[in-house]
């Protein structure tokens, strides 16, 4: 169609037909396009002949003009206390709020993994989306710091700090568009935004223009109750048209009306459904502070250092308070009660749930406008309280109908005026007043979280004083009304609403039917005798943990029965993780929901966090991998975390309070991506010591990044093992660069790997470096698969690499693993001849090579000389016999340094136990450690036992196991583990014992101090709450 043609004003289309649309020049069109189409109305508008042109420098006043009025609007951080609101330096005074990103797969399991991100990387774009953000919804619970974010977003753009790729960045809070919303007006954007920002020039000329990157932010979608529908609604792409608020954010959010702007919207979790997951590009959470967030927020906002010390450490002592201090606006209100407390009373009056914190509060705040924070009398608090009883149960009622309406979360005087609500007591710390541009002031709680504990405290009053239950639920004829089945009715009403929007309420409702809460607001309270008895509240929430709820849910039970006082949830679960009692080794995802929460809420001191005993699904796994950070190893051999779970417990490993030193991390089917990883991680953790990534599938990938990581500066990392990893020669240059370069490294294992002769040959010239710190060397298996079957060379390249690297005077290996490389004999006596002129190597292991007779002899001359050092030395399956028996026995008299000795899987027999001990002198012989598993003895040897080896004073560990034993033995061993003081340890599984036999012997752990008697796998019991 030719430009400029006149466009008819109908045109139809038959059902199936196709209409190619014109293309409209802006200066021919008298208005917008409106096109009708099955349940939408599109209104379509490109641009205006009206809208101004904005040069550079007109841009560049607007832009300079609104920041400058940003800057004075949100330079201050204002806290609210019994005085009302404070107001500070939001550059001085803000302390750090950490957001999470939540995936898709994370928005599908309910669960959330935490992958730390950065405030401003949130409008990046994504790895697989080329250009910025869209829409980004950020969720978090009441007070988590939401609008601080907000505020500190604002600031640092208007500061030049922060996002200047934005042109425009436009605020708004829901808290003010609630009523806009609720009376169904018709605005149009730029009257929007005139109306909330003060962007009073040229705003159709700024939301029109395409070059323009603009940011809208609404903040508190969960505020107020919005009817979006995606559906149904009018697509507008005019920005002059006016339409309802809600089509408009629609709009926004969809794209249609400013393509190019980016969306943050900041929700409760309960109403982020309101906006569905196609719309969203990015969602994040809000995760509050961490530990030195907690500890720092105390020292900034108390003046007083000596008094700010004493908070910090009176809310660490307190493991629950410091655990809930992760939420800013608990912090908030838990200052101002320490602060009075500390000031009065002293710690022993110090709250120790939330319920208390908030209850304490209260008082404090009435005592405060009464002027009368310093009088003595026990019984002023509760007249105080008594005064103002009126006014604190119609807030509570207002409270409570806001919060079960799911209405918009503000009120105005009428409310007070119709509820007899003072208004000078709830201005005066626990509303604030919100700017209208309609005249009439309208107000909201500072925090909702004050909302929920006026509404739990309503309903607590209601029972309480009057019998009554808020929640109108008709009950039994005769069935007397009590607080427990009160509480059973709020959480049945909580499941069943699925919204999850109050996170406090329920723990509020509990918490309220304490005696000590009851003796903080006894003012308020009818009399003073116990209408119910908190112990029934505990078994309701009890029966509720035995039944299918999600693990979010878990862990608000847990939560309400801390508030009751009650641990012994707690406990048991903390008990069963002691024990790895739990069901078939299986933990469903509450139990790892319980098992995180009970171990963030502890006292106790963990060492490791071992899961290796378990079977867990990959939420279970994604929620303790987020508590690793209190302890100082963790044990996730064979869990299959992947690279998605590497990932989760990296960001863990990222933060400044993070105690980890040990990773056990093999068999988790890693990649090479893991490995890049850990190249951020130990650029900024100082305290990794150890890391396991043995049997995963790095491949020599992985081993160029860890080159990269152990080059830093800040890398600790002393031991690392890289066995069955896929590695091939390539990986050699990396290597050896890495062991180089790297001033901690003490010990590499390359066991199970294919680096091969070439690969050997570089790694021994690096080891003859004297710079080379290196003291423990793995390479069990790495010739197995080139060189053949055992024994079936004669000639063994890598031996002799082997050999001419411990003869060198610059070696300084500690000790040296071998196993399994199909050694043949010759190469075997070759290395072991070389130790004669090594003084360094304390540990050796040659199992499961072929040493025989003429390499044990060559062996036991080594080790019978006067400068031997080995302390270690392990022979599993070479081919020895009984015969070699005395040869070995020569060790023990001339050798005063060999305390471990495994030679287990060797065809010995009771003749050879017989040669080995018959005439050991118990001075002589230091071993500590003695392997004879699966050697072939019988009940003959038995009596060795007693008579040879209970003299051994060094004896700790002995090993038994898979060989031929009966009941006939059981008395000589249970004289032998009597005799020997020294043994700590005995493994006996595997033979042929009775069941009776082996109880017997397991019984005389009673009897001896530290003494572990392994007789067969450990059985699982399940857990009980």
């Not at 040659?846 to 400068?867: A, P, R």
């Amino acid at each position: 169609m030719a430009t400029g043609k006149k466009i008819e004003t109908h045109q139809n289309v038959s059902d199936g037909g196709k209409l190619f649309a014109p293309n409209i020049q802006s200066d021919h069109i008298s208005g917008p396009v409106t096109v009708s189409m099955d349940n939408k109305t599109i209104v379509n508008y490109y641009g205006g002949a009206n809208a101004k042109k904005l040069t550079k420098a007109d841009l560049d006043d607007l832009r300079t003009t609104l920041k400058r009025k940003y800057k004075d609007e949100w330079q201050h951080l204002i806290e609210y206390n019994e005085q009302g609101g404070t107001r500070d330096l939001l550059c001085q005074r803000f302390v750090n709020i950490h957001l999470v990103e939540v995936s898709k797969e994370d928005e599908k399991s309910n669960e959330d993994s935490q992958r730390f991100i950065e405030l401003y990387r949130i409008f990046e774009p994504l790895p697989d989306q080329p250009l910025a953000s869209n829409t980004i919804v950020t969720r978090g619970i009441a007070g988590i710091g939401k609008s601080v974010l907000v505020q500190k977003l604002m600031y640092d753009w208007a500061t030049g700090d922060a996002l200047q790729d934005y042109d425009f960045i436009f605020m708004f809070s829901f808290y003010q568009l609630s009523l806009l919303a609720e009376e169904g007006m018709k605005i149009t954007l730029p009257e929007l935004v005139k109306q909330y920002c003060g962007q009073e020039e040229s705003c159709d000329s700024i939301l029109t223009n395409e070059s323009i990157r603009s940011m809208f932010i609404f903040d508190g979608l969960s505020d107020g109750e919005l009817n979006l529908d995606f559906n149904k609604y009018i697509v507008c792409r005019d920005v002059n048209t006016p339409v309802t608020f809600t089509t408009l954010l629609t709009n926004l959010i969809k794209g249609e009306l400013v393509p190019s702007a980016t969306i943050w919207i900041t929700t409760r979790p309960g109403a982020r459904n309101k906006i569905p997951r196609l719309h969203i590009t990015r969602t994040t959470e809000i995760i509050g502070f961490q530990d030195q967030e907690k500890e720092k927020y105390f020292r900034m906002r108390c003046k007083e250092g000596d008094l700010a010390e004493k908070m910090v450490q009176v809310v660490k002592k307190q493991r629950s308070l410091f655990v809930m201090c992760t939420v800013p606006a608990f912090c908030s209100t838990l200052f101002s009660v320490l602060k009075a407390v500390l000031n009065s009373a002293g710690v022993d009056d110090v709250p120790q749930t939330l319920t208390e914190v908030y209850s304490k509060f209260l008082v404090h705040l009435i005592l405060y406008q009464q002027e009368k924070m310093k009088v003595a009398a026990d019984d002023v608090p509760a007249q105080t309280l008594q005064k103002k009883q009126e006014s604190i149960i119609a807030l509570g009622k207002l409270a409570f109908e806001k919060s079960s309406k799911d209405v918009n979360q503000t009120f105005n005087e009428e409310d007070f005026t119709r509820n007899n609500i003072d208004l000078a007591f709830i201005c005066g710390g626990l509303c604030k007043e919100i700017k209208m541009d309609e005249g009439k002031p309208t107000y909201a709680f500072v925090h909702l979280a004050f909302q929920e504990y006026f509404a739990a405290l309503y309903v607590f009053l209601a029972f309480y004083n009057h019998k009554k239950n808020p929640f109108g639920k008709s009950h039994k004829l005769l069935e007397k009304l009590s607080y427990s089945q009160i509480c059973k009715d709020a959480i049945k009403n909580e499941t069943k609403d699925k919204k999850g929007c109050q996170e406090f309420f329920l723990r509020f409702l509990c918490g309220l039917g304490t005696k000590k809460n009851h003796e903080i607001l006894k003012g308020l309270l009818a009399d003073d005798k116990p209408k119910d008895d908190p112990k029934k509240i505990v078994v309701v929430l009890k029966k509720i943990l035995q039944t299918n709820i999600p693990p979010k849910q878990t862990i608000n039970i847990f939560h309400c029965l801390n508030e009751l006082d009650d641990t012994s949830a707690l406990e048991d679960t903390k008990a069963a993780f002691k024990s790895g009692t739990f069901t078939s080794g299986t933990l469903s995802p509450a139990q790892c929901s319980a098992l995180a929460f009970a171990l963030e809420m502890s006292e106790d001191t963990y060492q490791e966090l071992d899961l290796s005993l378990y079977r867990l699904p990959s939420i279970g796994i994604q929620r303790l991998l987020l508590i690793a950070n209190y302890f100082t190893g963790i044990n996730l051999s064979g869990a299959n975390i992947r690279d998605t779970g590497l990932k989760i417990l990296s960001e863990v490993m990222k933060r400044p309070d993070c105690k980890l030193q040990n990773l056990k991390l093999d068999g988790n089917n890693l990649t090479y991506k893991s490995c890049e990883q850990m190249v951020d991680v130990l650029s900024v953790n100082h305290f990794i010591i150890f890391l396991d990534l043995s049997d995963n599938n790095i491949q020599d990938k992985g081993v160029s990044f860890l080159h990269k990581a152990l080059s830093k500066d800040a890398c600790a990392l002393q031991i690392l093992r890289i066995g069955g990893n896929k590695l091939t020669s390539s990986c050699s240059n990396d290597l050896t660069s890495m062991i180089t370069e790297n001033k901690t490294l003490v010990e590499l294992d390359l066991s199970n790997n294919r680096i091969g002769e070439e690969g050997l040959n570089q790694l021994c010239e690096t080891l003859k470096n004297e710079d080379c710190k290196l003291q423990k060397l793995g390479l069990n298996s790495i010739f197995a698969f080139e060189f053949g079957i055992m024994g079936t060379y004669e000639d063994d390249p890598g031996a002799e690499n082997l050999r001419d690297l411990l003869q060198d005077k610059n070696c300084t290996l500690q000790s040296l693993g071998l196993a399994k490389n199909s050694f043949t004999v010759q190469s075997c006596t070759e290395l072991i001849s070389s130790l004669k002129e090594n003084q360094s190597l304390k540990e050796l292991d040659l199992s499961f090579n072929n040493l025989e007779i003429n390499g044990i002899n060559s062996l036991c001359e080594v080790l019978s000389g006067t400068s031997c050092q080995i302390h270690s030395l392990k022979v599993m399956n070479t081919k020895l016999t009984n015969v070699c028996c005395e040869t070995l026995y020569s060790v023990f008299k001339a050798n005063q340094t060999l305390t471990e000795l495994d030679l287990s899987m060797n065809e010995l027999g009771d003749d050879g136990l017989n040669k080995l001990f018959t005439n050991c002198s118990a001075s002589n012989c230091k071993l500590q450690k003695l392997g004879l598993s699966k050697i072939g003895l019988t009940d003959a040897s038995s009596h060795h036992f007693k008579s040879t080896l209970a003299t051994l004073q060094a004896l700790v560990h002995l090993d038994l196991s898979h060989n031929k034993f009966t009941d006939k033995s059981i008395k000589c061993f249970q004289d032998f583990i009597l005799d020997c003081k020294s043994l700590k340890t005995i493994r006996l599984e595997k033979n042929r014992l009775s069941k009776d036999g082996y109880k017997k012997l397991e019984a005389l752990e009673k009897k001896a101090n530290d003494l572990h008697v392994i007789v067969s796998k450990m059985e699982k019991k399940s857990i009980m709450w």
